[in-house]
């Protein structure tokens, strides 16, 4: 497990943190987000998606639909929102996470994270912590777990 602290005093630092993540990926990979309502899950998941060459404009937020699907050209990117979604239902079940999983190249980005409770990864997690809201800077941590 490796962890790393960055502080990003604005979104563009936000952003260009999702673009680092990006150069990391190689497919297979969950990005779980963790943080509250305002604090830049959404941006960072533009930022990934940028960093994979994808237009950030049409990058949306898929709170009412759940699961958006990007094809970058490199991967399929599943981007996740479980803030709808309460933990007395299998949410894993509800997004269809296990069949999403059966693309061993995917890489999924799941905002509200810690609703999937004790749902066990396939494959590597990079769990990001995500602390501050309005104008001020965000703390945030990256944790590598294999």
Not at 128 to 144: F, H, K, M, Q, S
Request: with cysteine; proline share 3%; aromatic share 8%.
């Amino acid at each position: 497990m490796t962890t790393n602290e960055y502080v990003c005093h604005t979104p563009d630092e936000t952003f260009e943190l999702g673009e680092n993540i990006a150069a990391t990926l190689t497919g297979g990979e969950a990005i779980l987000l963790f943080g509250g309502l305002g604090a830049g899950k959404t941006l960072l998941t533009k930022g990934i998606l940028h960093g994979l060459g994808y237009d950030v404009d049409e990058v949306t937020s898929p709170s009412f639909t759940l699961v958006n699907l990007y094809d970058t050209g490199r991967f399929h990117v599943y981007h996740i929102d479980l803030w709808r979604l309460d933990g007395g239902q299998d949410i894993a079940a509800a997004v269809g996470l296990d069949e999403i999983f059966d693309d061993d190249s995917a890489v999924v980005i799941i905002e509200w994270a810690e609703r999937l409770g004790s749902y066990v990864f396939p494959h590597d997690t990079l769990n990001v912590t995500i602390n501050g809201d309005g104008d001020a800077p965000r703390c945030v941590t990256l944790e590598t777990k294999s």
